[in-house]
């Protein structure tokens, strides 16, 4: 899934999740494995090839650890699918698999017996 800038029909901006390839300071070459891309490591600092950055509007905002990368490439595969018509498949199993969770601070409320936060 591509990402897009507003004021496009029908586009979203979305944060996509990159391998570093090639890094030159503060420019790097990065692919998703469907394409490469140069993208602007000016936030991130240079990059060791291997390393996962999220990148938005061509340039590499966070590092991210190869797991992370991975269930956020997953997510966008499953929106694409069902965008395409398709099924979500099992794009979000780690979600599903842990179930809601509470903010702390609203767990420590639940656990002391209050009903309104």
Known sequence: MPASCPGRDRAM???IPMRIIACD???GTATDGRREALIDLSLTGPLDPGTW???FL?????????DEALKIR??????????????LGDA???LE??????????????AAGKTIA
């Open 53 to 55: 950055v999220l990148t």
């Open 25 to 27: 300071g503060i420019s």
């Open 58 to 66: 061509g340039a590499a905002r966070e590092v991210l650890q190869e």
């Open 97 to 110: 698999a842990t179930g809601p969770t509470l903010p702390p601070h609203l767990a420590a409320a639940k």
């Open 74 to 87: 997953a997510a966008l595969d499953g929106l694409g699918a069902v965008i395409a018509g398709g099924d």
């Open 92 to 94: 979000f199993a780690d």
């Open 13 to 15: 901006c979305v944060g």
